[in-house]
C-alpha cells in the first residue's frame, strides 16, 4: 500500500455537490461521525490501526530517556520525545495528501505489525484491533536494547458542532527498565478544520498531561490560530514536580508540527531545542503483503485500497462488504457458541494499580465502560502466539513500508 496523489489533496471540482451533501449529512447526524460513509475522495487507504506507529518514527528520541539518570531531565527527554510524536500523529497525512483523509474503520482482531531498525537498535510495533462495539485499538510498542516500552490503547468519539470534534479515550504508557519508571500520558481532544474549503486538517485543543512515578509531571496546553492572531498548531508546556506545580522547572513553546524550544523554568535560558524540518523520521519496515497474516491490516485492507486509489466506489463498497459480512458471520458464531473472540497480543482486565495510581494522580479518569475494559500487552499471548515480534523469536524476511497513504 502506497502513497498516491490520486487520494486528492481537496474536493475536485466535480465533487463539490457530493462534498456539500456531505456537510451538510454531517450537521444534522446523530451520534459517532467515524460510523459514517464518506464520499470517495475524502477517503483514506489506511486503517486506523496503522496510526499506533506514529508514535516512534524518531526512535532516538522514543530511548533517549532511558540513558538519563537525572529524574527531572529524563521527564524532560520524555516530554521532547511526546511533542515530536505529534505532527506525525495529527498532521503528517494533511501535509502529504493535501487534507486529512477519513481512515478505515479496523475490524475486531485486525494487525499491524513492524519494526524501526536505526541507531537505536531495533524497536517493535504490535498494534491490534481489541474491541469493536466500542472500536478500541492497543499497541505496544519496546526496544529490547534500549528497555524502554510504551503500550496503550484508544478510542475515538466523533461530534458535529460548528465543526468535527473528535474526544480520543485511552491513554499510553511508557516504562523505562534501568529505573522501574512508568510515564502515565493523557491523549489529546482534536478539531477539524478547513471543512468548508474542503481541505480538512487537525487541530489539537485543551490540554494533555505527562505523569512520571517518579513525582515529575507535565502540562501541555495546545492553542491554534483565532480569528485575528495566532499560529496554528502552537502550545506551551511546563515540567514541575507534582508537590510543586506552580513551580515549572522547564518550559516549552513552539508549534508541535514544526519547531520548539525547551527552556529553564524562569523562560530564559534555552536548554534544547526540537524541528521537524531538520530531524528525519526512521522508516518503519513490515513483511511483504504476501508473507502477512489474512489479519494483517495491509493484506486485509489490500482491494478496498486499491479501489479507493482507483475512485470506484462501487468495487470499494463491494470488497469493504465482504470483510463486514464476514466479521459479522464470525460475531454470530461466537454468540452460538457462547465464546468470546480471543485477542492474540493483549488482554483485557478491570484494574490496573500502576495505571490507576498514575491517573489518580492527574485526577483522570480511565473511562474503562467506553474502552470495554483496561488493555494491557500479553508477554505470555505474544509468546504462544509465536509472533515474529517477540524478542525471542527470529523475525521473518522484511521489505521497507511505503509510505502511509494518510
Excluded at 457458541?337 to 490507576?356: I, N, Y
Aim: glycine residues 6%.
Amino acid at each position: 500500500m502506497s502513497s498516491s496523489a490520486k487520494e486528492g489533496s481537496a474536493v475536485p471540482a466535480k465533487s463539490k455537490g457530493s462534498w456539500t451533501s456531505f456537510l451538510k449529512s454531517i450537521a444534522s447526524f446523530n451520534g459517532d461521525l467515524s460510523s459514517m460513509t464518506a464520499p470517495a475522495f475524502i477517503l483514506s487507504t489506511t486503517s486506523l490501526t496503522e496510526f499506533s506507529s506514529y508514535w516512534t518514527e524518531h526512535p532516538s528520541l522514543f530511548v533517549a530517556p532511558a540513558a538519563e539518570k537525572d529524574p527531572a531531565k529524563r521527564c524532560l527527554l520524555v516530554l521532547k520525545w511526546f511533542l515530536s510524536t505529534l505532527k506525525q500523529q495529527y498532521a503528517s497525512r494533511s501535509e502529504k495528501l493535501g487534507s486529512e483523509k477519513k481512515p478505515l474503520n479496523p475490524f475486531l482482531g485486525e494487525l499491524f505489525l513492524g519494526k524501526w531498525v536505526d541507531e537505536a537498535g531495533e524497536t517493535n510495533l504490535v498494534s491490534e484491533q481489541v474491541s469493536h462495539h466500542p472500536p478500541v485499538t492497543a499497541y505496544s510498542i519496546w526496544n529490547d536494547k534500549a528497555g524502554v516500552r510504551l503500550q496503550g490503547y484508544n478510542a475515538q468519539k466523533a461530534s458535529f458542532s460548528r465543526t468535527i470534534n473528535v474526544k480520543q479515550i485511552g491513554h499510553a504508557l511508557l516504562h523505562i527498565d534501568e529505573y522501574d519508571e512508568d510515564y502515565f500520558i493523557t491523549l489529546p481532544s482534536l478539531h477539524i478544520e478547513g471543512l468548508i474549503s474542503g481541505s480538512p486538517f487537525v487541530e489539537l485543543n485543551s490540554q494533555t498531561y505527562i505523569q512520571s512515578s517518579s513525582g515529575y509531571a507535565a502540562k501541555i496546553d495546545y492553542s491554534g490560530r483565532g480569528w485575528l492572531s495566532g499560529k496554528s498548531n502552537s502550545f506551551t508546556a511546563a515540567l514541575y514536580h507534582q508537590d510543586k506545580k506552580k513551580e515549572s522547572i522547564y518550559t516549552v513553546d513552539g508549534q508541535w508540527n514544526g519547531a520548539f524550544t525547551i527552556k529553564d523554568g524562569k523562560g530564559k535560558e534555552v536548554i534544547d531545542s526540537f524541528d521537524h524540518a531538520k530531524t528525519k523520521t526512521t522508516p518503519l519496515t513490515v513483511s511483504p503483503i504476501e508473507q502477512q497474516d489474512d489479519f494483517e491490516t495491509r493484506r486485509a485492507w489490500k482491494k478496498v485500497a486499491d479501489a479507493i486509489v482507483a475512485g470506484d466506489m462501487d468495487t470499494t463498497s463491494y470488497q469493504k462488504s465482504i470483510i463486514e459480512n464476514r466479521q459479522r458471520n464470525m460475531r454470530k458464531q461466537e454468540k452460538e457458541e457462547g465464546r468470546e473472540w480471543q485477542r492474540r497480543f493483549f488482554s483485557r482486565t478491570d484494574k490496573s494499580p500502576v495505571v490507576e495510581k498514575l491517573a489518580a494522580q492527574l485526577g483522570e479518569s480511565l473511562n474503562e465502560s467506553q474502552t470495554n475494559g483496561i488493555w494491557l500487552f500479553d508477554d505470555a499471548k505474544a509468546k504462544e502466539a509465536k509472533s515474529p515480534y517477540h524478542p525471542d523469536v527470529t523475525p521473518p524476511i522484511y521489505e521497507e513500508a511505503a509510505a502511509p497513504a494518510s
